[in-house]
């Protein structure tokens, strides 16, 4: 599980990179959906380690 958290948190941090790189500043709704797609990162990898 602990790499499943790891791999959220790359993945959020490097979509606010992108999204930040693109707009240059920091808006509510862009850092909620780069929350969301840690999250589904995170649990996306988490089924991979529970399946395999």
Excluded at 14 to 37: H, N, T
């Amino acid at each position: 599980m602990g790499e499943a958290v790891i791999f959220g948190a790359a993945v959020l941090a490097g979509w606010m990179l992108l999204d930040y790189s693109k707009e240059k500043q920091w808006r509510k709704v862009k850092v909620l959906e780069s929350f969301l797609a840690g999250t589904a990162g995170a649990l996306g990898w988490f089924l991979l380690e529970i399946i395999f």
